[in-house]
């Protein structure tokens, strides 16, 4: 909807109304078309502003509308039309102006906005590009480069860079529909030939091939495969060299390529389930709705390497006041001087400042004494971990949160430790810690709701998108990676190269495959956990070197590391390096030899293996794992995992995480391929698929939002 109502005697204020974000739907639509018909029919109305309600201005189209038959007047002529007219049109941006949004306020005649408003052309990660004029006003507007950047990253700018760019006309702090309204009066009668941004030529560039060339290899590079950033360099380039007219035509045929794609469906259902996840619920029955956060002002670390020290920053960044206690001299030395530059760093980039008191640093744990929450951080030893527990249960206050980051270690194990097991959770964080957007909020079987509910809030406040999962080894990320990880190692197994998977993975959109990936992250650590499991045994020879626990085992990273060949940081891995901390990955004459004795070895006959079996082989185990998570309750939804996969392992964000993904792909073909590799592999029982993945083909293969409702049901059964 849309309130039209005449205010000052002569300006017509249309208001748009559709909380929260005021999104453009067909009804605002219509009630912005019939209003501006009545403001300009009105003698009595000499300028039109157009505002939004509680501080929104717009958020754009309303993409729920988009999988839906189109209805209402459509948003390329309804903004011609208010270009187009003979009154001054004055935009009053607060909040946001986005996408749609910020398309509606280029076809104004004047644009003012308030300092803190945020504005942007975000269609691009959506998979679309601004299709309502916006690749051809901005260039016009505020020149090609810049329009180039921001429709290409769909990046939100403040006013204050809005202002420098030339989108906006002028900002205030004040209230800014009544400066807007005294604008409007200000301007009653001016000429608007000069107003009109479709009327204008973009500005000139001397070398318009060679721009577009770079922009066009720029955006190939970071696409990943993703195809709308590379149609908006297309339109952009139409706004260049073609008549107005000629480029919204051009804008309309590359929409039409993305609309529909499956790209867009992924990064339109990625939109909803990053927000989704934020409505978390346990299999216990606490709920984000009904479950209290406690206030955390003062925090702890315990334990200060490389993970303790990115939490500390985070926490610092996001406020709070930090304990960061390091037991070991040399290691708080260290930290004493790592932390503050991480931080210094931090604030140039965000352009924050940063109270460097904040943090203060100490040997003992005693100093957490009046903390209200504790992030434990030390080494991956469950002796180790048990320890600091019980000194945390005797030191802190009985209301104090006890978080731990391990990244698979039972949390249930370390809540027994403590004299209030309802007040411990994991919080497991991503390295680096203060850079990498997700949180796996874990509960175990006593955490109280308000505990899940206060390190999910606390996860929100340092910029974390914070995942509920239920406590099992390896969570739900590590979980699912570790079954991927033993596809790629078969695969080796079975004749492939390190290159030949990463290349696929790649291919598919991971910035990174799973070798290389591997000597980045460093092979000792997971070296150290199957040591600490009794799995990385390499004097078993014959068939049982490759036999744990009556499954199929690969020993090849264990090899690797007896070897010495940690990856970047000893210069050799499952790649070779030009020195230890080295990060080019180069092919190795080594390990291709290392490979051939070992197949020899175990009488493994290479054969050869195309991309479309590493593709299957890694994600669909992968997301076999993710069906029994669901079926076990570990995660509440598929938008859990979805979110854990893009914003913590690289799953590209434009095929909509690995679940949303299946669903693309067909459960179906999902179900069958995984049979067939089981047929082939019986001896890995993680291809067999899942329960739950069987009862939804069983289901008819309901869309990826009606799995809860199965999954619901077949709890309800038990
Ligand atoms: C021809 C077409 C051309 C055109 O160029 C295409 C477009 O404009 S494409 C559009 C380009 N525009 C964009 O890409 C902007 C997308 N929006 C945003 O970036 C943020 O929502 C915004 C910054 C506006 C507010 O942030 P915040 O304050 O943290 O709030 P929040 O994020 O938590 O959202 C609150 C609720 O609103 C919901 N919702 C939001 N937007 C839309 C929408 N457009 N539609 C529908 N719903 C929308 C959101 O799902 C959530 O629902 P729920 O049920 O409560 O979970």
């Known amino acids: 909807m849309a309130q039209y109502r005449r205010v000052s005697g002569s300006v017509g204020l249309i208001t748009l109304q559709n909380p929260p974000v005021n999104a453009l739907s067909a009804s605002v639509r219509q009630g912005i078309v019939d209003s501006v018909k009545r403001a300009l029919g009105d003698q009595k109305v000499k300028s039109v502003v157009i505002c939004g309600q509680n501080g929104v201005f717009c958020g754009g189209a309303d993409i729920r509308e988009f999988g839906r038959q189109m209805s209402g007047p459509p948003l390329v002529p309804m903004i011609h039309d208010i270009e187009a007219a003979n009154k001054p049109v004055v935009a009053a941006i607060e909040g946001s102006a986005l996408g749609g949004g910020l398309e509606l306020a280029l076809g104004c005649h004047y644009r003012i906005s308030h300092s803190k408003a945020k504005l942007g052309l975000p269609e691009v990660t959506l998979g679309l590009l601004p299709a ?47 400066v807007a309204v005294k604008f409007a009066l200000s301007v009653t009668g001016e000429s608007l030939d000069g107003r009109r941004i479709s009327s204008f030529s973009c500005a000139p560039l001397s070398d318009l091939d060679s721009l577009f060339e770079e922009a066009m290899l720029k955006v190939r590079g970071a696409a990943r495969g993703a195809i709308a950033p590379v149609a908006c360099v297309q339109a952009v380039r139409a706004a260049a060299t073609l008549p107005y007219a000629q480029g919204m035509e051009r804008e309309k045929e590359l929409m039409a390529t993305l609309f529909h794609s499956g790209q867009a469906r992924a990064l339109q259902y990625f939109f909803f389930a990053q927000r989704a996840v934020g409505r978390w619920s346990t299999p216990s029955g606490a709920r984000w709705d009904t479950s209290q956060p406690r206030p955390v002002r003062k925090a702890a670390v315990i334990g200060l390497g490389t993970m303790g020290r990115g939490i500390t920053v985070a926490l610092a960044q996001a406020g709070l006041s930090v304990v960061a206690v390091e037991t070991h001299a040399k290691q708080l030395m260290e930290a004493k001087k790592a932390v503050p530059s991480m931080l210094k760093r931090g604030a140039v980039r965000g352009g924050t400042t940063i109270e460097p008191d904040s943090i203060t640093y100490s040997e003992t744990v005693q100093a957490v004494a009046d903390v209200d929450l504790v992030i434990e951080a030390v080494f991956e030893d469950m002796a180790l ?31 027994s ?13 991503f390295a680096p810690a203060h850079v990498m957007k997700l949180l796996e909020v874990v509960y175990g079987r006593r955490s109280s709701p308000a505990a899940v509910a206060t390190a999910m ?68 650590v997971g070296w150290r956990v199957r040591k600490a499991d009794g799995l990385a045994d390499t004097s078993l020879t014959g068939t049982s070197a490759r036999v744990r626990q009556g499954c199929r085992y690969s020993p090849l990273g264990d090899l690797l590391c007896e070897h010495g060949r940690f990856g ?151």
């Open 385 to 415: 971990k048990e320890k600091v527990f019980q000194q945390l249960s005797i030191v802190c206050k009985p209301d104090t949160l006890l978080c731990t980051n391990t990244s698979s270690l039972d949390v249930d194990h370390l809540a």
């Open 417 to 429: 430790q403590t004299r209030h097991p309802e007040l411990v959770v994991g919080m497991h964080f």
């Open 568 to 718: 970047q940081k000893t210069g050799r891995g499952w790649y070779q390096y030009d020195k230890p901390g080295g990060r080019v990955a180069k092919s190795d004459p080594w390990l291709h030899n290392f490979l051939d004795e070992y197949r020899a070895r175990h009488g493994l006959v290479p054969r050869c293996i195309d991309q479309q079996e590493v593709l299957e082989r890694c994600l669909f185990v992968l997301i076999n794992e993710g069906f029994q998570i669901l079926e076990e309750g570990i995660a509440a939804g598929p938008e859990d995992i979805d979110a854990i996969y893009v914003f913590g392992y690289g799953w590209p964000r434009h095929r909509g995480g690995p679940m949303f993904y299946a669903d693309m792909v067909g459960l179906e073909r999902v179900v069958e391929r995984l049979e067939r590799y089981h047929q082939a592999h019986p001896n890995v029982p993680y291809l067999q698929p899942s329960g739950l993945l069987r009862r939804l083909v069983a289901n008819g293969s309901p869309p990826i939002h009606k799995w809860r409702n199965v999954i619901k049901n077949r709890n309800s059964q038990l």
């Open 132 to 178: 309502a004029g916006g690749t051809q006003r901005l260039p016009r507007l505020i020149g090609v480069p810049a329009a180039l950047n921001l429709i290409t990253t769909g990046r939100h700018v403040t006013a204050a860079e809005a202002l420098q760019l030339g989108i906006l006309d002028h900002v205030t702090e004040h209230n800014t529909v009544d």
């Open 457 to 524: 809030q606390l996860g929100k406040k340092m910029g974390k998108v914070s995942v509920a999962v239920g406590n099992c080894r390896g969570f739900a990320g590590n979980r699912m990676l570790k079954r991927y990880l033993e596809q790629a190692f078969f695969l080796l197994e079975e004749g492939a190269t390190p290159e030949l998977v990463d290349r696929a993975l790649e291919e598919f959109g991971f910035p990174m495959g799973v070798f290389r990936m591997s000597d980045l992250s460093g092979l000792d």
